[in-house]
């Protein structure tokens, strides 16, 4: 089912839209991808796959039609609250481990999503093509939280 509705479901979208973009010679999709496609997580193989699989089908298809004047980029959040994933924030414990672990030390918030999203659809963005823009606080560089603190420049 997840592979159906994020894989499969970005894929027949971009198809869908494509061949309008490519009859005028330009286009911008923005694929939606995940801090998943590009670090695992326990307990998420089915979800960190189907978001990998966009990754690639991201690269793919900006190859394929970026000689059409259409560039395909994905943007993968990090760790979000969403209705879907709501009862994981009740869990105080959780909620640190993870804040403990993004150098920004806060989940995201909806609106961290708009300038990424914004700047991948316009014509600023002419020139990027292929790229998966992860907007996760840092989760995905492997940050964990000091125990000792790091030596003063």
Not at 77 to 85: E, L, M
Not at 104 to 122: E, I, N, Q, T, Y
Request: aromatic share 8%; charged share 15%; with cysteine.
């Amino acid at each position: 089912m997840v592979l159906d509705t994020n894989l499969r479901g970005t894929f027949f979208t971009a198809q869908a839209v494509a061949p309008g973009m490519i009859s005028r010679g330009y286009g911008r999709i923005v694929n939606i991808g995940s801090v998943t496609c590009v670090a695992g997580y326990a307990g998420l193989a089915p979800y960190g796959a189907s978001r990998g699989g966009v990754k690639q089908l991201t690269m793919s298809l900006a190859d394929d039609w970026g000689r059409h004047g259409v560039t395909v980029n994905c943007l993968a959040p990090g760790w979000f609250k969403t209705a879907q994933n709501a009862v994981l924030y009740e869990n105080r414990e959780w909620v640190e481990y993870l804040c403990d672990r993004i150098p920004l030390k806060r989940p995201g918030a909806p609106d961290d999503l708009a300038g990424p999203v914004v700047f991948l659809a316009s014509e600023e963005s002419r020139y990027v093509t292929g790229q998966t823009l992860l907007v996760d606080g840092g989760i995905s560089t492997g940050a964990t939280r000091a125990t000792v603190a790091p030596p003063k420049p």
